[in-house]
């Protein structure tokens, strides 16, 4: 069966600093990855999906970047992380296929001072 | 373009009692349709889906939802709520090949 991973759990960064959250993926081939982040009271933002190595696509414009460096692994990084980066970041991958489902990892607090 | 409306975003309900939350979409042709939970610090679990065919869906923990085109609506329903099923729960729509669009949420408080 498929798994989800994330990590680290939760982080406290000083602001300024860099940033590097870690998703993989089990069980699956070529899956679509999503990074989202969920501030309170806010519902979930799509920031960005990845179809393929290398393929990412932006949903909001901001400091944050991501790659894909191997099939089942998305990385979201930050040169200088600012307050309002502070969140709960999901990962989460689907099929692709028609009947699509997305499936969430465990997520991970980022708290920034 | 598509959007999800959850229009309670806090609800309180006993133990025991029956719950229903609202879940309105627009989109133009029929979408796919899910119901996602999320206990405090955790990720988003999924409930259950809608693609197509029966319009009364059955997921896990005892929850069901039923997709009415006339009203754009997905409800989720459970006929006894325990505390265990306070949490923060999230519709979703997906028309096609187009990304996921969650609505704002809802949060469950159960009361002994």
């Known amino acids: 069966s498929q798994t989800i991973h994330q990590w680290p759990a939760t982080l406290v960064q000083p602001v300024g600093s860099p940033l590097s959250l870690e998703c993989t993926v089990e069980?699956?081939?070529?899956?679509?990855l999503y990074w989202y982040r969920q501030a309170a009271g806010r519902g979930l933002q799509l920031l960005f999906y990845?179809?393929?190595?290398?393929?990412i696509s932006s949903e909001v414009p901001q400091n944050l970047s991501a790659s894909r460096p191997q099939d089942r692994q998305f990385i979201l990084s930050s040169k200088k992380l600012l307050l309002s980066d502070s969140g709960f970041y999901l990962c989460?991958?689907?099929?692709?296929?028609?009947?699509?489902?997305?499936?969430f990892g465990p997520g991970t607090r980022l708290t920034v001072l | 373009a598509q959007s999800v409306t959850q229009p309670d975003i806090h609800i309180t309900v006993s133990e025991g009692a029956s719950l229903e939350l609202r879940c309105n979409y627009s989109?133009?042709?029929?979408?796919?349709l899910f119901w996602y939970v999320q206990s405090p610090g955790q990720g988003l679990q999924l409930l259950l889906k809608?693609?197509?065919?029966?319009?009364l869906v059955q997921g896990i923990k005892g929850f069901e939802a039923e997709f009415k085109r006339s009203q754009s609506s997905f409800n989720l329903r459970k006929p006894s709520v325990h505390w265990s099923d306070a949490a923060e729960y999230f519709c979703?729509?997906?028309?096609?090949?187009?990304?996921?669009?969650f609505g704002i949420g809802t949060k469950l408080q159960v009361i002994p």
């Open positions: 989460a991958w689907s099929t692709g296929t028609a009947t699509d489902t997305q499936y």
């Open positions: 069980g699956t081939s070529n899956p679509n």
């Open positions: 990845s179809v393929g190595i290398g393929q």
């Open positions: 989109y133009g042709a029929t979408p796919y």
């Open positions: 809608y693609f197509s065919g029966d319009t």
């Open positions: 979703a729509s997906r028309g096609g090949y187009q990304k996921v669009t």
